[in-house]
């Protein structure tokens, strides 16, 4: 299975080379970074995102994403902001320990 990096890159008729020449690392980096030898860092990827004009995303999401997690997201963006910031509360305080939420316990003090 071709890597992220490699499908975006092919899908736009980019070389390995071009890239390489257009991120500044030379071409065996790319090389690496397609068969996960080696991990670019996050300011390389923003870097190759804007080359090859996709979303950082788009290089880095899992092949094995959850598809109920994928509708969740495309949910959550058609919301306006007020009712996101509201989705991201509930999952926050869904997500925290049993026992945890809203604990009157003081953080200072213990008691």
Partial sequence: MDSKLRQMRKARGVSQEDLADAIGVKKAAISKYELKKAHPTIDRLKQIADFLQCRLSDLIEDDNEDPKAERMLALFRELPPEQQDAM??????????AGTAGNPVSKKTGT
């Fill in 88 to 97: 991201l509360r509930l999952a926050a305080s869904m997500a925290e320990p």
